[in-house]
Every structure is written in structure tokens, then in C-alpha cells.
């Protein structure tokens, strides 16, 4: 490191503070709910090569790595043409991005009369057109079902709105005025990350601050290859499958301080929307890998030492006319668990077992009270993976959520026609283990006025979160509607545009995350205590665990003598 170690502190926490104001900026000037309260959001900052320097501390980690894209495409196309007052808009999972609700804003920096950084902002917007209210859709066979498609392209060009794109994207898409909304905040954001880039070159000089952004990212490199020597060299496979039945197969191979994730043998892309692209699965690899390597700061160097083979075609890398609205719940998701899965084989003290699954729902219709058109997004949280150290977290948003927050009941109910009836854990949804995994979530609403279109995104009904070293998969997911004669149905997560009439009950039920390790080694104490709590049931209590509790008193003691007997009953049974 050449530049003194103050000098290098200030910089780099400077430029994760441009972030954070870009964040807050969105946060505080945006329309939907699911910015300003769910905070679905990821900002970042660039190099004058497009390469990564930082990202927020508030932000959607599922964002992480994927805006790189972005810089990329706009680089790569519109490299030379590049002026001050420019701004790019995306939502092109194709091209750099997740999937179409996703929508990022990029804006290149100059200084001194060149091209001296950029940054970017991306926001789910509840709706980007399509057949359904909130333009996800599991029967999608192709993505022009899922809402409209805008490759990079500028929004403004130095300084003018291109008012003829503008009005396009905003006659495709349900109550624009509230996604101008959100559009014209994350160019605020923008603006303002432009303004703090440009006043720390003025601070310190261009010179300086270049030699800082390089050692950034070549410390990071450095720590990275340091964290990956500390796994045990090898190749290590693990296979995972969606709940059609589709396999996302990955083959890691740790070098001495390198890793190639080769995805080779991964099931060809879906004629549903389950499939993902590649900056999505490439997202998913490096969320993993933070969640294992948390210390080391996040931006480009990171990503040097990672060789990623997303062969074309597959569900890992799919290629247009592919829907991907379900990428999310599916792929991700069993990308985050094929890396998991090969490094328990590998450091398995240090892995976790696989978290609950995603659940989003859009919740659409016309509000009778006013007459006008609404979209509601809606995720549910669930239980994380046991380590071999520690339970599982329950009531978390997903692992690529962090960042995000739980948007609280009463923004729905004052913004939409409905109300929630239960939110609460849900009761022997963790996987069993010497550690247990968390409890997933469960929830009730009901539609107080008219009637909504429900579509779901979510998975892991046939293929529950699973457990490692012993321990048990976590219970599976469902979605279920109580009909006004109390008639239920199961809609399941792939339900596209159900009817929900007024007085009827939808319910979420999301699951835990696995266990780890032999349930019967479990403590016999904590096995009480959940219990007590109402998270466990003393059937179960029994049944998996070998723990014997009944009432005395008013409260649930254990019978430590019936446990034992039991216990060495079931082992004596095993094979």
C-alpha cells in the first residue's frame, strides 16, 4: 500500500458513505412501500473502468456483484459516446440485472473534463406491466408475460430527458405516477452520489484518490485468496432441485487460492419462469461466499480469485425468449444451496445448513374506496440454517435480503383494502437437529373490500430446505386460501392472477431452515424451552427429537428418565 493508512481509511469510508446517502436519498424521495419501508434496494459505486469500489451498508445483498454488470453493458456499448449529465436506466436480466421489477439507474461521473467513475442505484418497482399485477408469473412460458423489457439505455442525455423512452416505459406499466415517483428518486440518488463523488476528487485530487479505488480492490483480492487458502483443496459437487423438478448440479474445485464454480450439468433452461441469468447466478455465488468471509469489504477484488462456468442455455444462464420472473424463489435460491451444500463437504464446521425459501406475493386489484388501481408486494420471512455451533435465526428475511426490512402491517392496511389476521411464527417448521434450524413465518390476511388477484412467488413445497451432517430438512411451504364458506384450498407458490374475494383468507406458510447434526443429540433443556415457547409441539418434541415433556403444574416439565430410555430406544433401532 502506497497511500498512509489514514488517508486510505477516509477515502474508502467516504465512498461507502456516498452509497448510504444515495440510499437514504431513495428511501426518504420514493413512492413505493416496498422501497421506502422494504428497502428492496442496492446502490454502489465505481471505478472509471466500471469496476465495483463499494456498496451500502443498508443494502439488498442479492444486489451485490450485479450492478458490476450494468457499468459493464453501459461501458461496453456506449463507451465512447459518454458524457457529462448522461443517465442510464436497465432492467435487463439479460443484459445486468435479477429480473424486471429490478430496475437500476446508472450515472458516469467526469471530472476534470473525463470519465472518472460512476454510480448506480436499483429499486424493485411493484409492477413493470405484464399479464398479472405485479407482472410475476410462474406459468410463464416466455418473458414478454412478465412485463417490459428495457435493455441499458439513456434516460437522459447530457442533462435531457429522453422524453419519447420515458413515455414509453411509463404507458407499460400499472399506476405510473407512482413509478415516475420511483424513477425520478433514483435519479436524485444518483445526483446526489455524483455531487459527494466529484467534492472527495476535489478534496484530495484524482491522483490520490485513483491509487486509493486500485489498493481498494487489491486488498480485497488479497484477503479473499488469504480466506479461500483456509479451505481445504479439492473438488466438491452438490446437486439441488426445484420443485418442477429442474437441477441446478455445481462442481467446486478449490485451488490454492482460487475457486472455479463449473455449473456444468445443470438442467437446460425451463419453459416456465424458473430459470435465472447470468448476473443473477453470479450474484448468488457471491452473496454465498460473503455470508462464509463477512470481514473482507466488498468490491471488485473479490470477485478475482472466483471463476465462474455458467454454461449457456441452463437454467443458470438462460438466453432470451426465457421467463424469468420465478429466478428469485428457484434458482437463486438452490444456487446459494449447491454452494453451501459442496463446502459443508469441504469445511463442514463452518457451513450452515440451507435456509428457508423465498416467498413473494402481488396482491392486485381496484381499491373500491377510491376507485383506484393498486399493486401490494408482499415477502415472507422464514427460519436460516443450523450451524454446528449455533440454532438457526428465526423470522429473517431471506439471505440474500439482508438489508431489506419487514414492512410493518399497518402500511398495508392504510395503503391497500386488507388486513392481516396472524403474523406469528409457525409452529415445528424448523428443521431437526443437534442445532435446529429457525422457524419460518406464518401469515393470514384477508381482503376487506372487493376483490384482488393473488399471484405467488415462492417454492420449496416438494423440495424443503435441508439439513446437513445429520440433521433433518425443515418443514415444506404453502400458500392456502380459506373460501368465505370455510372451504381451503391450496393455491400453492406457482398460483398466477387467483381471485381472492372480500372476507377470504389467504394463508402464508413459510418454512424453517435445516438442521445440522443427529436431532437426538440435541440438548433435552432447549428441546423444553422451545416448547415452552409454542414453537415446538410436544408431539414432536417426541417424535423427532426423543424428548419426553408433559404438563405438571400449569407448565411443561421434562421427564429426563423417559428421555434417556427413548433415546437409546431409537438408536438401538437405527440401521
Given at each position: 500500500?502506497?497511500?498512509d493508512?489514514?488517508?486510505?481509511?477516509?477515502?474508502e469510508?467516504?465512498l461507502?458513505?456516498?452509497?448510504?446517502?444515495?440510499?437514504?436519498t431513495?428511501?426518504r424521495?420514493a413512492?413505493?412501500p416496498?422501497?421506502?419501508?422494504?428497502?428492496?434496494?442496492?446502490?454502489?459505486?465505481?471505478?472509471?473502468r466500471?469496476?465495483?469500489?463499494?456498496?451500502g451498508?443498508?443494502?439488498?445483498?442479492?444486489?451485490?456483484?450485479?450492478?458490476?454488470?450494468?457499468?459493464?453493458?453501459?461501458?461496453?456499448e456506449?463507451g465512447?459516446?459518454?458524457?457529462?449529465?448522461?443517465?442510464?436506466i436497465?432492467?435487463?436480466p439479460?443484459a445486468?440485472?435479477?429480473?424486471?421489477?429490478?430496475?437500476?439507474?446508472?450515472k458516469?461521473?467526469?471530472?476534470?473534463?473525463?470519465?472518472?467513475?460512476?454510480?448506480?442505484?436499483?429499486?424493485?418497482?411493484?409492477?413493470?406491466g405484464?399479464a398479472?399485477?405485479?407482472?410475476?408469473?410462474?406459468?410463464?412460458?416466455?418473458?414478454?408475460?412478465?412485463?417490459l423489457?428495457?435493455?441499458?439505455?439513456?434516460l437522459?442525455?447530457?442533462?435531457?430527458?429522453?422524453?419519447g423512452?420515458?413515455?414509453?416505459?411509463?404507458?407499460?406499466?400499472?399506476?405510473?405516477e407512482?413509478?415516475?415517483g420511483?424513477?425520478?428518486?433514483?435519479?436524485?440518488a444518483v445526483?446526489?452520489?455524483?455531487?459527494r463523488?466529484?467534492?472527495?476528487?476535489?478534496?484530495?485530487?484524482t491522483?490520490?484518490v485513483f491509487?486509493?479505488m486500485?489498493e481498494?480492490?487489491?486488498?480485497?483480492?488479497?484477503?479473499?485468496r488469504?480466506?479461500?487458502?483456509?479451505?481445504?483443496?479439492?473438488s466438491?459437487e452438490?446437486?439441488?432441485?426445484?420443485?418442477?423438478?429442474?437441477?441446478?448440479?455445481?462442481?467446486?474445485t478449490?485451488?490454492?487460492?482460487?475457486?472455479?464454480?463449473?455449473?456444468?450439468?445443470?438442467?437446460?433452461?425451463?419453459?416456465?419462469?424458473?430459470?435465472?441469468?447470468?448476473?443473477?447466478?453470479?450474484?448468488?455465488?457471491?452473496?454465498?461466499?460473503?455470508?462464509?468471509?463477512?470481514?473482507?469489504?466488498?468490491?471488485h477484488?473479490c470477485?478475482?480469485?472466483?471463476?465462474?462456468?455458467?454454461?449457456?442455455?441452463?437454467?443458470?444462464?438462460?438466453?432470451?425468449?426465457?421467463?424469468?420472473?420465478?429466478?428469485?424463489?428457484?434458482?437463486?435460491?438452490?444456487?446459494?444451496?449447491?454452494?453451501?451444500?459442496?463446502l459443508?463437504?469441504?469445511?463442514?464446521?463452518?457451513?450452515?445448513?440451507c435456509?428457508?425459501?423465498?416467498?413473494?406475493?402481488?396482491i392486485?386489484g381496484?381499491?373500491?374506496?377510491?376507485?383506484?388501481?393498486?399493486?401490494?408486494?408482499?415477502?415472507?420471512?422464514?427460519?436460516?440454517?443450523?450451524?454446528?455451533?449455533?440454532?438457526?435465526?428465526?423470522g429473517?428475511?431471506?439471505?440474500?435480503?439482508?438489508?431489506?426490512?419487514?414492512?410493518?402491517?399497518?402500511?398495508?392496511?392504510?395503503?391497500?383494502?386488507?388486513?392481516?389476521?396472524?403474523?406469528?411464527?409457525?409452529?415445528?417448521s424448523?428443521?431437526?437437529?443437534?442445532?435446529?434450524?429457525?422457524?419460518?413465518?406464518?401469515?393470514?390476511?384477508?381482503?376487506?373490500r372487493?376483490?384482488?388477484?393473488?399471484?405467488?412467488?415462492?417454492?420449496?413445497?416438494?423440495?424443503?430446505?435441508f439439513?446437513?451432517?445429520?440433521?433433518?430438512?425443515?418443514?415444506p411451504?404453502?400458500?392456502?386460501?380459506?373460501r368465505?364458506?370455510?372451504?381451503?384450498?391450496?393455491?400453492?407458490?406457482?398460483?398466477?392472477?387467483?381471485v381472492?374475494?372480500?372476507?377470504?383468507?389467504?394463508?402464508?406458510?413459510?418454512?424453517?431452515?435445516?438442521?445440522?447434526?443427529d436431532?437426538?443429540?440435541?440438548d433435552?433443556?432447549?428441546?423444553?424451552?422451545?416448547?415452552r415457547?409454542?414453537?415446538?409441539?410436544?408431539?414432536?418434541?417426541?417424535?423427532?427429537?426423543?424428548?419426553?415433556?408433559?404438563l405438571?403444574?400449569?407448565?411443561?416439565a421434562?421427564?429426563?428418565?423417559?428421555?434417556?430410555r427413548?433415546?437409546?430406544?431409537?438408536?438401538?433401532?437405527?440401521?
Amino acid at each position: 500500500m502506497n497511500t498512509d493508512p489514514i488517508t486510505f481509511a477516509l477515502i474508502e469510508s467516504a465512498l461507502k458513505g456516498i452509497v448510504d446517502e444515495m440510499n437514504v436519498t431513495l428511501f426518504r424521495s420514493a413512492y413505493s412501500p416496498v422501497i421506502t419501508e422494504g428497502r428492496d434496494i442496492g446502490g454502489a459505486v465505481f471505478n472509471r473502468r466500471g469496476e465495483l469500489l463499494a456498496q451500502g451498508s443498508s443494502d439488498l445483498a442479492v444486489f451485490v456483484g450485479m450492478l458490476e454488470y450494468f457499468t459493464r453493458a453501459v461501458t461496453t456499448e456506449f463507451g465512447d459516446t459518454l458524457q457529462p449529465g448522461d443517465v442510464f436506466i436497465n432492467n435487463d436480466p439479460f443484459a445486468a440485472g435479477t429480473h424486471f421489477n429490478d430496475v437500476g439507474v446508472l450515472k458516469p461521473v467526469f471530472f476534470g473534463g473525463e470519465l472518472a467513475g460512476f454510480v448506480a442505484i436499483v429499486g424493485h418497482w411493484p409492477d413493470v406491466g405484464g399479464a398479472e399485477p405485479g407482472s410475476f408469473a410462474s406459468d410463464a412460458r416466455d418473458y414478454h408475460k412478465e412485463g417490459l423489457r428495457i435493455p441499458p439505455a439513456r434516460l437522459y442525455r447530457g442533462n435531457e430527458l429522453n422524453k419519447g423512452l420515458y413515455d414509453v416505459i411509463f404507458a407499460n406499466v400499472r399506476i405510473p405516477e407512482e413509478r415516475e415517483g420511483d424513477v425520478r428518486a433514483q435519479v436524485g440518488a444518483v445526483n446526489v452520489g455524483e455531487r459527494r463523488l466529484k467534492e472527495l476528487f476535489d478534496r484530495y485530487g484524482t491522483g490520490i484518490v485513483f491509487e486509493v479505488m486500485d489498493e481498494m480492490i487489491a486488498h480485497s483480492e488479497k484477503l479473499m485468496r488469504a480466506a479461500i487458502r483456509t479451505v481445504p483443496a479439492g473438488s466438491y459437487e452438490w446437486t439441488d432441485t426445484i420443485d418442477n423438478g429442474h437441477r441446478v448440479h455445481l462442481r467446486l474445485t478449490v485451488a490454492e487460492e482460487s475457486l472455479s464454480l463449473d455449473f456444468h450439468g445443470s438442467d437446460p433452461q425451463s419453459d416456465t419462469s424458473a430459470n435465472s441469468t447470468a448476473s443473477a447466478t453470479a450474484s448468488a455465488v457471491y452473496v454465498t461466499l460473503k455470508s462464509l468471509f463477512p470481514e473482507i469489504p466488498m468490491n471488485h477484488g473479490c470477485f478475482i480469485p472466483i471463476e465462474l462456468i455458467m454454461p449457456e442455455g441452463t437454467v443458470v444462464n438462460a438466453r432470451p425468449p426465457a421467463a424469468i420472473s420465478m429466478m428469485a424463489a428457484t434458482v437463486y435460491e438452490r444456487v446459494i444451496g449447491v454452494v453451501l451444500g459442496a463446502l459443508s463437504q469441504a469445511i463442514p464446521d463452518r457451513i450452515a445448513a440451507c435456509p428457508y425459501g423465498l416467498i413473494n406475493l402481488t396482491i392486485g386489484g381496484t381499491d373500491p374506496r377510491n376507485g383506484r388501481e393498486y399493486v401490494a408486494y408482499l415477502f415472507s420471512e422464514g427460519g436460516f440454517g443450523a450451524s454446528s455451533w449455533e440454532d438457526g435465526s428465526s423470522g429473517l428475511v431471506s439471505l440474500y435480503g439482508g438489508g431489506a426490512r419487514i414492512t410493518p402491517v399497518e402500511v398495508f392496511e392504510r395503503r391497500y383494502p386488507m388486513r392481516f389476521l396472524e403474523w406469528t411464527f409457525r409452529q415445528d417448521s424448523e428443521g431437526a437437529g443437534r442445532f435446529r434450524g429457525g422457524f419460518g413465518a406464518r401469515k393470514t390476511f384477508t381482503i376487506t373490500r372487493g376483490s384482488a388477484r393473488v399471484t405467488a412467488l415462492g417454492d420449496r413445497e416438494s423440495h424443503p430446505p435441508f439439513g446437513v451432517q445429520g440433521g433433518e430438512s425443515a418443514a415444506p411451504q404453502g400458500l392456502h386460501l380459506v373460501r368465505s364458506n370455510g372451504d381451503e384450498e391450496n393455491l400453492t407458490l406457482k398460483a398466477v392472477g387467483r381471485v381472492v374475494g372480500e372476507g377470504e383468507r389467504v394463508i402464508i406458510l413459510g418454512s424453517g431452515g435445516g438442521g445440522y447434526g443427529d436431532p437426538l443429540d440435541r440438548d433435552p433443556e432447549l428441546v423444553l424451552a422451545d416448547v415452552r415457547d409454542e414453537l415446538l409441539s410436544v408431539d414432536r418434541a417426541r417424535k423427532v427429537y426423543g424428548v419426553v415433556v408433559a404438563l405438571e403444574g400449569g407448565q411443561y416439565a421434562l421427564d429426563r428418565g423417559a428421555t434417556e430410555r427413548l433415546r437409546a430406544e431409537r438408536r438401538e433401532d437405527r440401521p
